[in-house]
C-alpha cells in the first residue's frame, strides 16, 4: 500500500504539535509523507496594535522553533509553510483568501489525509480554520482528500463552553511517540507555560493519558472524524 500523504493545517505554530504532535510522529515513523501550513504569525495578538515589525526577532524565532519543532516529529523542514496571517485577527482577512491559501498547499502537495483544528475550539482563528479547510476540501471528482480530522488543542479545546469536542478516533501511542511530541513542544518556549495551565508539559502528558485510559492504553491523542471516503 502506498504510504499516505498528510497535511496539518493549523492556525498557530504549536498548534500541530500540540494537536497532533503523537499522531505525526507515529505516522512518520511509518513512512508517511507529512508536511506542515501554519496560517498564523503567532505573538502579534499580544500587542495592544498589531505591529510586527516591532516583535520582527520574536517572530523569526517562532519561525525556526516552528521548522525544529516538526523535525522532531518526522516532518521536513522544507515541508513546513508559513503564511503570516495575522495573529487572532483571521476574521478581519476575508474567508476566500484563507481558502485560497489552503488550496494553493493542497494543490502542492496532494494530501490524502488532513488534520486540523476542531469547529468547537474557543479560539476564532481556530474556528475559521476549520471551516476553511472544509471549504477547500469540497469532495469533487480526482480531489485527493479523502480523511480529514479534527484536533483537540490545549488552551482552547477544553475552554469551549458547553463542551463540543467529542472524540470518536484514537490514536495510541508509544512512550517514544508521546517524548517526540514533548521534546517538539519543547522548541516553542515562547509559548509553553507553567503547570497548571493546560498549555503545559504536564498539561499535555495529563491529556495523553486521559485520551488513554479512556481506550485502555497508556497514552493516546483523541480526533473527531469530520470526513472519511473509502
Not at 23 to 42: C, D, N, Q
Not at 114 to 127: A, C, E, R, V
Not at 206 to 230: D, H, P, S, T
Request: hydrophobic share 35%.
Amino acid at each position: 500500500m502506498k504510504p499516505a500523504t498528510v497535511l496539518l493545517v493549523f492556525a498557530h505554530p504549536d498548534d500541530e504539535v500540540l494537536g497532533c504532535g503523537g499522531t505525526i510522529a507515529k505516522l512518520s515513523e511509518e513512512g508517511a509523507r507529512v508536511f506542515t501550513l501554519i496560517l498564523g504569525e503567532g505573538i502579534t495578538s499580544r500587542q495592544s496594535h498589531r505591529e510586527p515589525n516591532l516583535v520582527a526577532k520574536e517572530l523569526a524565532d517562532l519561525k525556526n522553533s516552528a521548522f525544529e519543532a516538526n523535525k522532531r516529529i518526522g516532518v521536513d523542514p522544507e515541508g513546513v509553510y508559513l503564511c503570516h496571517l495575522p495573529d487572532n485577527r483571521f476574521d478581519t482577512v476575508p474567508l476566500l483568501d484563507i481558502i485560497k491559501q489552503i488550496e494553493k498547499y493542497i494543490e502542492k502537495v496532494h494530501p490524502t489525509i488532513i488534520f486540523t483544528h476542531s469547529q468547537y475550539d474557543l479560539n476564532i482563528d481556530h474556528q475559521i480554520t476549520y471551516k476553511a479547510v472544509l471549504t477547500a476540501t469540497r469532495p469533487q471528482p480526482s480531489h485527493p482528500v479523502k480523511e480529514i480530522y479534527a484536533c483537540e488543542v490545549l488552551s482552547s479545546t477544553e475552554w469551549m463552553y458547553p463542551q463540543g469536542f467529542q472524540p470518536n478516533m484514537y490514536s495510541l501511542l508509544s512512550e517514544k511517540h508521546i517524548s517526540a511530541k514533548i521534546e517538539a513542544l519543547k522548541c516553542y518556549s515562547s509559548e509553553i507555560r507553567s503547570y497548571p495551565h493546560p498549555r503545559s508539559i504536564e498539561g499535555v502528558e495529563c491529556l495523553a493519558k486521559w485520551r488513554g485510559l479512556q481506550v485502555g492504553c497508556n497514552y493516546a491523542e483523541a480526533f473527531q472524524v469530520v470526513r472519511r471516503i473509502l
